[in-house]
């Protein structure tokens, strides 16, 4: 082969994977009868691979989606576990909103997708209903990848939480 060839990249998360994240989420929000919701899937290193809005959602929604997605990647647990440990932290949670740009949202919704080993291999992020209604809605995205999920089960009250 020539050195003029650029050679593949691998990346930790295929976009076919990200996309059936996305399909399954979005079929079980829809199930669920969800408000619309703006998925975006990232891979390991925190690049986007898959973003899907769906209609009546807010210009802010992706902001937010992208950000649980990118804090879970960068504390290596879910948005959910973020938000229960720094809730009395609110000095650390500034700073790690002003270390990572603002792209760090520390609420339900923000969902790491795991691979062999229990490997991340990327997260999912979603918002556009109740913080734990997204996260329900992002843990059955990463099972519908056929990926193992953190966490692995939806909060208890998921179908209540903001209602």
Not at 132 to 143: H, L, S
Request: aromatic residues 6%; proline residues 4%; hydrophobic residues 50%.
């Amino acid at each position: 082969m020539s050195e003029h060839y650029v050679l593949n990249i691998q990346s930790s998360l295929t976009l076919a994977q990200a996309e059936r994240m996305i399909d399954g989420a979005l079929a079980a929000a829809r199930a669920a009868e969800l408000l619309p919701l703006t998925v975006a899937v990232l891979d390991s290193g925190g690049q986007l691979v898959a973003f899907k809005r769906e209609d009546g959602c807010g210009v802010l929604r992706f902001d937010i989606a992208f950000g649980k997605a990118w804090g879970a990647l960068g504390m290596g647990i879910s948005s959910r576990t973020i938000r229960d440990r720094l809730g009395n932290r609110p000095a650390f949670q500034a700073a790690l909103a002003a270390a990572s740009d603002g792209r760090f949202v520390p609420v339900p919704g923000g969902v790491l997708a795991l691979g062999a080993g229990r490997t991340v291999v990327g997260a999912i992020g979603i918002s556009g209903d109740a913080s734990d209604r997204d996260e329900y809605a992002a843990i059955m995205g990463v099972q519908a990848a056929g990926l193992a999920s953190h966490p692995e089960a939806p909060a208890e009250n998921w179908q209540s939480a903001g209602l």
